[in-house]
């Protein structure tokens, strides 16, 4: 768990087992249709095989550590993930976004200190789900009115929605072209991130393009930066790889030196070396 590998290496797993179970699957519960997300399976089985579906899939995996369980569809409708599944009269399924009973549509604040094209990316960032996820014109219609409500109880206004629905409405072959083009044309230019500030960095994002640099915006504070601190502050002593300055209590001169070590291991061995050679200084001198 943690290592970026991780969803890679699962995500492996799964399908070797999903090969096996569908390969060796009893023909009596072998689902009409099968779509998986990582954990998250979506199939079609005979009622009265649902059951046993479930047991057989528990014998995959030898090892007994993985496994399964079954949700069955309520009132002709089954959530996975955000998609929810309707069966209709005719046995067809159609799809609409799915919400959970805690979910409080809250989003990003009009009001809130942020770019514009962040807050216009949040509605089209609605939008294009209900494009991908929503299957019928009806209920696409319903999402929308879904989403409208949505953002203006976080005081979006009516302009910036339909700007984005614009937007969103423009997207052809022809913008998919040009798009291609000047991404082309642009992978020579260089990245350049400062933080937001509004008024001042929209004109240095400006002052930037022009040039032929890119720019990306990236909130000035944040709770993390405030809150979060997992390190202790090291102490001027305990600081490694630095350079240093000793001044002489005898005369105006100072000695400047580096070191890869701690600070304070170097000085210390600097007073070892100090007292050695004043030892060494008055031996010599008494005899």
Sequence with gaps: MGSPVSPIIANLFMEHQEQLA?????PECKPAFW???VDDIGEAVKKDQTENLTAYLNTVDQTGNIKYTSELEQNR???MLDVKMHVTEEGKIKTSVYRKKMHTDQYLNFESHHPLHQKIGVVRSLLDRKDAIVSTEEEKEKEDQHISQALRRSNYPMWVINKAKKQQSQKDNKQKKQKQDKTKKNEGNKMV???Y???TSERISHAFKKRGFSTALKPH????SV???PKDKLSTEQKAGVVYQIPCKQ?????VGETSRMLKDRITEHECDVRLNTKKTVHQGTT
């Design 197 to 199: 500030l509004q008024g």
């Design 251 to 255: 005369c105006d001169r100072t000695y």
């Design 227 to 229: 809150l979060v601190h």
């Design 77 to 79: 409708t089954l959530p």
């Design 35 to 37: 779509y998986r997300y």
């Design 221 to 224: 504070t944040t709770i993390r």
């Design 22 to 26: 569908l390969e060796r699957c009893p």
């Design 193 to 195: 991130t400062i933080p």
